[in-house]
Structures are given as structure tokens and as C-alpha cells.
């Protein structure tokens, strides 16, 4: 199974292969921030700092939603991603 990690606490969760971050994170009420849930608001952005050439590639939406958030490269948003690797992510500057 995959897993994700996150930086801020080096904590560590298997999940089922395709399971959304976002559904992962609020049904575990784990540290990272939401808003819109939809991919419009920029404030899920992350960057996957392990593993991140496994996701699938970033849509043009998810894209111009990061540009509106964040200058840091490689960055995506939470709530779009569907994790299918293991990956380790940190809330992206914003
Ligand atoms: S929560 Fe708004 S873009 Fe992800």
C-alpha cells in the first residue's frame, strides 16, 4: 500500500492505492489546511518533496490554481490528489 508521509511531523499512514489526500486527511483529522475543497482557492497547496513523479500529471485547473497560491516549483493541491505512490509532502509557502 502506499504511504504517505508528512514533513512537519515525520509522521507516517498506509493508505489504499487511490486514495484521495483530501478524504484521507479529514476522515483522520491529520495537520493540513483546506478551503474550498474543489481546487479553486490555493489553500490545500502542497509540495510533494518525495515520490511526486509517480502522481499523475497536474491538470491545467490544478496548474492555474498553484500559480494563484504559490511560487514554489512542483507544487499541487491537496485536495486533487489522488495518491497511488509513496510520497512525503509539506505545506507549500503561501
Ligand atoms: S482546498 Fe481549495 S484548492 Fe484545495
Keep these: 500500500m502506499p504511504k504517505i ?8 499512514h498506509e493508505v489504499p492505492d487511490g486514495t ?21 482557492c ?3 497547496a502542497l509540495v510533494v518533496t518525495e515520490g511526486g ?9 490544478e496548474a492555474e490554481t498553484v500559480e494563484m497560491a504559490t511560487d514554489e516549483e512542483g ?3 491537496g485536495c ?3 495518491v497511488n505512490c509513496d510520497v512525503t509532502v ?5
Design 5 to 12: 508521509t508528512f514533513a512537519s511531523t515525520g509522521e507516517s
Design 20 to 40: 484521495r489526500f483530501l478524504d484521507f486527511c479529514q476522515e483522520n483529522d491529520l495537520p493540513h489546511d483546506f478551503g474550498c475543497t474543489v481546487g479553486s
Design 42 to 44: 490555493g489553500t490545500c
Design 53 to 61: 513523479e509517480s502522481l499523475a500529471p497536474i491538470g491545467d485547473e
Design 75 to 77: 507544487a499541487r493541491l
Design 80 to 82: 486533487q490528489m489522488v
Design 90 to 94: 509539506r505545506a507549500a509557502d503561501v
